[in-house]
């Protein structure tokens, strides 16, 4: 072979190495990603099976949840549920790479207590399987924002990954599934976790945790001067009668009252428990003795016969709640 003919074989021997190592040093093409699955969800889902009226609309917030279109996201994600036995699993409403520790996926397949609330929608078929599970697999993937959207959650399990220095999900959207990686996530998701498990106490509450450590009114004195006398009398809160599916008889007062969902739909919605331990402006019993607001889906002042409780029996109540509530 003549040094021409060679040069030109090492020539292109040279180029073709220079293109091969040239398609290797390269990330190649961006993988097929899940950055519009929360667009699908959003758009196929939320805003056809869940802001109807008195449902998860910026009116209504059932559950303080909002899943209209550029909220919904902020609302979800890494954010604890008003669900008192949700936050006391340890549960969010959504857990990035975690659905089994989802609230939502546990709403939309029918929660397994009744302390859970009812299956999502309320009051409508259930979801088609093919939906629940594009939900279930947008978490597995890591929850990924909407397409062009830099999320902002407006509530405060997020702001926990920010205090401990753990990037969070805000970059831009080319470069969101490149740098939050599944190990980075879940430290944010445990963070969360352990910060809902101590949440902040209302206003009411801290006013009164000085105290809780040492009640002044116990359950006993609300059951012998009001409980036993006025409430759980024939037709009204016996176990026989069991209204509103409450009892207040001696010995099942406390499990009826404590850390329990209401039966009224519109305190369920408003987040209300009918005895929330030392926030007693968020306890049903306590607004239904003091008397409802004019106007409110809430029902009947309570006692519903006879004459209202008086002054000192109000205050009873009200002191046992906001110092936590004890059996």
Aim: with cysteine; charged share 10%; proline share 10%.
């Amino acid at each position: 072979m003549n040094a021409p003919t060679l040069m030109r074989v090492w020539g292109l021997l040279l180029v073709t190495a220079i293109l091969l190592i040239a398609g290797c040093a390269g990330d190649g093409p961006p993988p097929a990603g899940t950055g519009n699955q929360f667009d699908q969800i959003q758009t196929q889902i939320f805003n056809v099976s869940c802001l109807s009226a008195g449902c998860h609309n910026a009116q209504s917030q059932a559950g303080g949840l909002v899943l209209s279109e550029g909220v919904s996201y902020g609302k979800l994600v890494n954010v604890r549920p008003q669900n008192p036995t949700a936050l006391s699993a340890g549960l969010l409403r959504v857990s990035p790479f975690q659905p089994d520790q989802s609230f939502i996926l546990i709403k939309l397949t029918g929660p397994p207590s009744s302390s859970e609330g009812d299956r999502m929608p309320l009051n409508a078929a259930a979801l088609p399987q093919a939906q629940i599970d594009m939900i279930r697999s947008w978490i597995v993937a890591g929850a990924p924002p909407p397409t062009g959207a830099s999320p902002t959650p407006s509530d405060t399990a997020t702001s926990t990954a920010t205090a401990t220095s753990v990037p969070s999900a805000t970059a831009s959207p080319t470069s969101t599934t490149a740098l939050v990686s599944p190990t980075v996530t879940t430290l944010a998701t445990v963070t969360a976790t352990v910060a809902q498990r101590t949440p902040t106490p209302s206003p009411s509450a801290t006013a009164t945790a000085s105290s809780t450590s040492e009640p002044t009114v116990t359950l006993a004195q609300i059951q012998a001067t009001v409980f036993t006398p006025i409430c759980a009398t024939m037709f009204c809160h016996s176990a026989a009668t069991h209204l509103a599916n409450l009892v207040l008889e001696d010995g099942q007062s406390f499990a009826s009252l404590v850390n329990v969902a209401p039966d009224n739909q519109t305190a369920r919605n408003d987040g209300l428990l009918r005895v929330r331990p030392g926030d007693p402006d968020h306890s049903l019993l306590v607004i239904k003795v003091e008397g409802p607001p004019p106007g409110s889906d809430l029902g009947s002042q309570m006692p519903f016969t006879g004459q209202p409780l008086d002054a000192t029996q109000k205050q009873l109540i009200r002191d046992w709640v906001a110092q936590g509530a004890l059996p």
